[in-house]
């Protein structure tokens, strides 16, 4: 992790509680069982793994009901990233990815990516509010509630099947954080990787990487992928910034200090109904910022991050007399480490280097049912369980006895959920979803709904409506930093209503518009104080609230051959209700354009993508430029089994900014010109 901001950081109630739940299990449980489906709703719920149904038609989507189900009829807009784009694209993170997503925009302080989307994506912020899913399973850490999406994600995305972003609350199905959008990326299995490859890559400033992967699908339907990445980048020799141009600090440059490497594990297998999944994931930054008043430029100390990740995944899934019944055990596990120089001594040696460190932990159960009933009904009902056996946060300094921060925590969380989706003759669908969870001093229920036409097959007009909620975190929660007050916390909230019309033309154009409005309440903002017990000087209230708007349109369409163009623009406006001013890092304007064509062989193609943000403002209220940049990359096919590959990110070497927190003394970070990356991969099939 990065900042010290960061990682510096009952019993007769809870017995009610519990019965509640149970009762609530009971009766979800009993009531999808007790009731024979006709034959025709049998039929609606074929005994096949994800991988097979994916297969069956790109225009469906997994996440938003936690059931395939095409797109025109899912209560939310939904936009997706196939394996086929990722590879064309040559996207590299995850971040790459979303921020080729409409209406969706990444910053960078060169150390953490951050995603915003609908006008809100607050310096600071840990992309709490954004819900990141592997396969349909939960991954924000426990201790940040963070979706980590830049390298620090610990997944390679050349191991992608394809990424689901699906917009608006969706607490009613997942829970804590599904606040803005929820981000499911589906991996890849043996069968699409299709035998052994090995990629190696070079480029500019430093970069390298080499990946070994392999897949297969056997004759009695065992499927195993493996695949492995090491990556390592120098990054830039020389970064100049304006606010720490002095003498004493070098001029306001940083040398040397920008590096980055990662290595990444990911494997699956698959065999009936049941998927394994496992990976594994470790990144180091160093960081050339200075942030939260380090020392710019260190010769001996460096600030640096380090963030590992672990997860696996076991699920289950098979039909029982017209129920399809999945069962899901994991296990997570979260670690970070920084070093932070402090003060100075005449000869530029730091006296005093801060140590943070943090392990988050969980095993998680869960089970579902979806089911389909009289009346042209589909039920999907579900509860889960999640023990956080870890979430502890320790702080001190190099040669110092005794730690400044121990913490040492555990919690534990129950959900149980029912949606149920009710089709009206062949043009009208209502959609309903209802979730309890437990926490161990609050409990929240959230609703959705939704009401879809359809006045053909091919195209849908939907009202959506969603509530969620953002649990207060367990950093948020550090009474040493932030003293007691923080012990009051409680869940920030979230409405929004949207109308959404969606079509698809024969299998080639798909168009959407989109329209929405949303308000969040009791957002936990950060606040200074005189309290003494807060060491930072600082602590967080329930006081935010914001009010947005705004219209986002789509086409995506695929021309002569394998060519494919896709065009998007979100227009948004989100405002402070205290300070009636519009949000820091929010731009009104994002566009987006992408284009890949075949050029030489039938094989071979030229992707190139341009991407607009209007001016943004900082947390002091200044105002960062807009921004244009155009990236390209090719892969030409040599032979049956070589291709070489060939990137240009930002073209035209255009100067930007990225707006940052107020743990930096800068108010904007400058982000990377021109870089080139070149490679060659080779294919066993």
């Not at 042209?376 to 509860?383: E, F, S």
């Not at 590959?645 to 940052?660: C, H, K, M, Q, T």
Request: with cysteine; hydrophobic share 35%.
């Amino acid at each position: 992790m990065n900042d010290l901001e960061r990682p510096n950081a009952r019993t007769e109630t809870r017995r009610h509680r519990m019965s509640v739940f149970g009762r609530a299990c009971r009766i979800a449980i009993l009531g999808m069982v007790a009731v024979s489906p006709p034959a025709w709703a049998q039929s609606s719920l074929p005994d096949l793994s994800l991988e097979d149904l994916l297969q069956m038609d790109a225009g469906q989507v997994f996440g938003a009901s936690e059931r395939l189900q095409p797109v025109t009829e899912a209560p939310a807009s939904v936009s997706f990233i196939t394996a086929q784009e990722i590879e064309r694209y040559g996207y590299r993170t995850l971040a790459d990815i979303l921020r080729a997503v409409r209406g969706m925009y990444v910053t960078n302080d060169r150390n953490f990516s951050y995603v915003g989307t609908r006008g809100f994506n607050k310096p600071g912020d840990y992309n709490s509010r954004i819900l990141l899913l592997v396969n349909g399973h939960r991954v924000n850490d426990n201790i940040f509630g963070q979706a980590e999406i830049g390298a620090e994600f610990g997944m390679d995305p050349a191991m992608f099947e394809r990424v689901e972003i699906i917009r608006g609350p969706a607490s009613s199905l997942y829970g804590d954080s599904a606040f803005f959008a929820v981000v499911n990326v589906i991996t890849r299995s043996g069968a699409s990787l299709g035998g052994p490859s090995i990629t190696l890559e070079a480029g500019t400033l430093g970069t390298q990487l080499l990946r070994l992967s392999t897949g297969r699908r056997f004759g009695n339907g065992l499927d195993v992928a493996l695949s492995g990445t090491y990556e390592h980048s120098a990054g830039v020799g020389r970064l100049y910034f304006p606010a720490f141009d002095t003498p004493a600090t070098n001029n306001g440059v940083a040398e040397g200090l920008d590096g980055e490497g990662s290595r990444q594990f990911y494997g699956r297998l698959s065999f009936k109904g049941l998927a394994v999944t496992a990976a594994y994931g470790n990144r180091q930054r160093q960081v050339p910022t200075a942030s939260n008043f380090t020392l710019f430029n260190p010769q001996v100390w460096r600030e640096e991050s380090t963030d590992r990740h672990s997860l696996l995944d076991a699920d289950y899934g098979r039909s029982f007399r017209g129920t399809r019944v999945t069962f899901r055990a994991s296990y997570d596990r979260f670690s970070f480490d920084g070093t932070y120089p402090y003060v100075v001594e005449p000869d530029g040696a730091p006296t005093s280097v801060a140590n943070t460190s943090g392990l988050g932990a969980r095993w998680s159960a869960s089970a579902g049912m979806t089911r389909a009933l009289p009346g042209r009904q589909t039920l999907r009902a579900g509860i889960e369980f999640i023990n956080n056996v870890d979430q502890n946060q320790t702080a001190g300094y190099v040669d110092a006895p005794v730690l400044g921060l121990y913490i040492k925590h555990s919690s534990k969380q129950h959900a149980v959920y029912a949606q149920d989706e009710i089709k009206l003759g062949r043009r009208f669908i209502v959609n309903a979803g209802l979730r309890y969870d437990g926490y161990e001093k609050f409990v929240k229920v959230t609703p959705r709904a939704a009401l879809i036409f359809l006045p053909s097959a091919t195209q849908s007009l939907k009202y959506l409506f969603g509530s969620a909620f953002r649990a207060p975190n367990e950093y948020e929660l550090n009474t040493v930093y932030f003293g007691q007050q923080v012990t009051t916390l409680r869940p920030e909230s979230i409405d929004t209503h949207e109308l959404v019309w969606e079509r698809y033309i024969n299998d080639r154009v798909r168009t959407s518009v989109s329209t929405y409005w949303y308000k969040a309440d009791r957002l936990i903002t950060a606040t200074e104080t005189l309290d003494e017990s807060a060491k930072l000087g600082l602590t967080f209230f329930n006081q935010g609230q914001v009010r947005a708007k705004g219209l986002e349109l789509e086409a995506q369409m695929r021309i002569k051959g394998e060519s494919q163009v896709q065009v998007s623009y979100a227009l948004q406006r989100a405002v402070d209700q205290q300070t009636h001013d519009e949000l820091s890092n929010s731009p009104h304007h994002v566009a987006k354009a992408r284009i890949s064509v075949p050029v030489f062989t039938p094989r071979s193609f030229l992707s190139i993508e341009g991407q607009y943000l209007s001016s943004r403002t900082t947390q002091t209220g200044s105002t960062v430029a807009r921004a244009a940049t155009v990236n390209a990359n090719f892969i030409q096919q040599v032979g049956h089994s070589w291709q070489l590959i060939a990137g240009l990110r930002n073209i035209f070497n255009v100067e930007y900014s990225d707006p940052v927190s107020a743990g930096h003394l800068q108010e904007a970070i400058p982000q990377n010109g021109r870089t080139a990356r070149i490679g060659l991969r080779w294919t066993l099939r």
